[in-house]
């Protein structure tokens, strides 16, 4: 079904339209290695489980049973999130006896996490695909 305001699709009808500027960026362009790292680290924050968990931790450390609580996961599941969120290195722990202690990693994570609620709170965003 097409919508009503959705913009015709256009096709390029030349290969390169300015080619000094694509040159430009496909040199900034990131290694495909830090590409897939990248993604990698977007596709954790796409489930809303372990979105919660980074946003509990935007107040600071705490503990897997306080944070099952906070995101409303169970225990097993919570471990499991943060097992996922620390091997991409957006997570770290302390250990203290036999309790585990989670923080962001460093202050990219938080500023990552403060700019996508703030972009959210700012925007009005279009869900077509949460369209019945």
Do not use: N, W
Request: charged share 25%; aromatic share 2%.
């Amino acid at each position: 079904m097409k919508r009503a305001d959705a913009a015709p699709i256009e096709s390029c009808s030349t290969r390169v339209v300015d080619a000094e500027r694509v040159a430009a960026v496909r040199t900034r362009m990131p290694a495909e290695t830090d590409l897939a790292d990248t993604a990698d680290v977007f596709g954790l924050l796409a489930d809303p489980g372990r979105l919660r968990l980074l946003l509990a931790l935007l107040e600071g450390e705490l503990c897997v049973c306080d944070l099952a609580v906070v995101s409303g996961l169970s225990e097993s599941a919570t471990s499991h999130a943060l097992r996922l969120l620390r091997a991409h290195r957006v997570v770290s722990v302390r250990r203290a006896g036999r309790m585990a202690f989670y923080r962001l990693d460093d202050a990219h994570v938080r500023m990552l996490l403060d700019l996508a609620v703030a972009h959210t709170e700012h925007t009005q965003a279009i869900h077509p695909e949460r369209q019945g």
